[in-house]
């Protein structure tokens, strides 16, 4: 009986992924993330403080117009879409307050691994050390906890695709990390100066930017792709709605 509820459960919460749209809709927000780091203006000696604030307030502006958008884009299709073919398994209406802790979420989902990368690295090894090294562990650490994350996810709504998603962006984390150790790791000057951030190595920051962006883009494009292979093959399995039958 457990087992079956368990089941029973699994396929409710899974049905928010049935028609691909989810997948698809944060496969876009990832690549438009991933285009403001690629894209934004490099590091340089100018001071770091202004640089970091900019590039930060356009993530965060670009997350919340896009997970706002991505959510009110959702629920058109779903409601004009899915639930005509497959049924209507919303419940209850989704209040603001749920609406802003998806939303909470989806940034710490983002920013958290990052920090946690960077506490755990400074914990085990020198300041200088895992700086230089950055741009090759960031990537591969950051793809192997986000492919947990999918992993988990897969399990608690009981979807085998997103073990194949979870593989895929750990070999893109790991491919990416390798990839910029075969570059090189950074080195450091011994004359450095606080006032242009030279301590931590302007080679390094932009490397590792660098490396999150592919990363974050790759992903998208992961995501991207599933949600379209998962849509056209609920599409062809529900063809029509039900309205439409006679």
Same mark, same amino acid.
């Given at each position: 009986?457990?087992?079956?509820?368990?089941?029973? /459960?699994?396929?409710?919460?899974? @049905?928010?992924?049935?028609?691909?749209?989810? $997948?698809? =809709?944060?496969?876009?927000?990832?690549?438009?993330? =991933?285009?403001?780091? %690629?894209? #934004? $203006?490099?590091?340089?000696?100018?001071?770091?403080?202004?640089?970091?604030?900019?590039?930060?307030?356009?993530?965060?502006?670009?997350?919340?117009?896009?997970?706002? =958008?991505?959510?009110?884009?959702?629920?058109?299709?779903?409601?004009?879409?899915? @639930?005509?073919?497959?049924?209507?398994?919303?419940?209850?209406?989704?209040?603001?307050?749920?609406? %802003?802790?998806?939303?909470?979420?989806?940034?710490?989902?983002?920013?958290?691994?990052?920090?946690?990368?960077?506490?755990?690295?400074?914990?085990?090894?020198?300041?200088?050390?895992? /700086?230089?090294?950055?741009?090759?562990?960031?990537?591969?650490?950051?793809? /192997?906890?986000?492919?947990?994350?999918?992993?988990?996810?897969? $399990?608690?709504?009981?979807?085998?695709?997103?073990?194949?998603? =979870?593989?895929?962006?750990?070999?893109?984390?790991?491919?990416?990390?390798?990839?910029?150790?075969?570059?090189? /790791?950074?080195?450091?000057?011994?004359?450095?100066?606080?006032?242009?951030?030279?301590?931590?190595?302007?080679?390094?920051?932009?490397?590792?930017?660098? #490396?999150?962006?592919?990363?974050?883009?790759?992903?998208?494009?992961?995501l991207m792709i599933s949600g379209l292979v998962?849509?056209?093959? @609920?599409?062809?399995?529900?063809?029509?709605? @039900?309205?439409?039958?006679?």
């Amino acid at each position: 009986m457990n087992v079956q509820i368990d089941t029973a /459960l699994k396929r409710a919460r899974g @049905y928010w992924f049935v028609d691909g749209f989810t $997948e698809m =809709a944060a496969g876009g927000l990832f690549v438009i993330l =991933a285009e403001i780091l %690629l894209f #934004s $203006e490099s590091v340089t000696q100018a001071p770091f403080l202004s640089w970091f604030l900019s590039v930060t307030s356009e993530i965060v502006v670009a997350k919340l117009i896009g997970i706002l =958008a991505a959510i009110l884009i959702l629920w058109w299709l779903k409601d004009h879409f899915t @639930y005509p073919r497959t049924g209507f398994v919303r419940g209850k209406r989704v209040t603001a307050t749920q609406v %802003l802790a998806v939303i909470r979420n989806a940034i710490l989902f983002l920013f958290l691994p990052i920090l946690a990368l960077l506490a755990a690295s400074l914990l085990i090894a020198s300041a200088r050390n895992v /700086l230089a090294s950055m741009p090759a562990w960031f990537p591969f650490g950051l793809g /192997l906890i986000w492919g947990g994350a999918y992993l988990l996810a897969g $399990e608690w709504i009981g979807l085998r695709r997103f073990r194949l998603l =979870a593989v895929m962006m750990m070999l893109a984390g790991i491919a990416i990390g390798v990839w910029q150790f075969m570059m090189g /790791l950074p080195t450091f000057s011994s004359d450095t100066q606080l006032g242009n951030f030279q301590p931590i190595g302007l080679e390094t920051i932009n490397r590792t930017l660098l #490396s999150l962006g592919f990363l974050i883009l790759i992903s998208g494009v992961i995501l991207m792709i599933s949600g379209l292979v998962t849509f056209l093959r @609920y599409r062809k399995e529900n063809p029509t709605p @039900y309205a439409e039958e006679s």
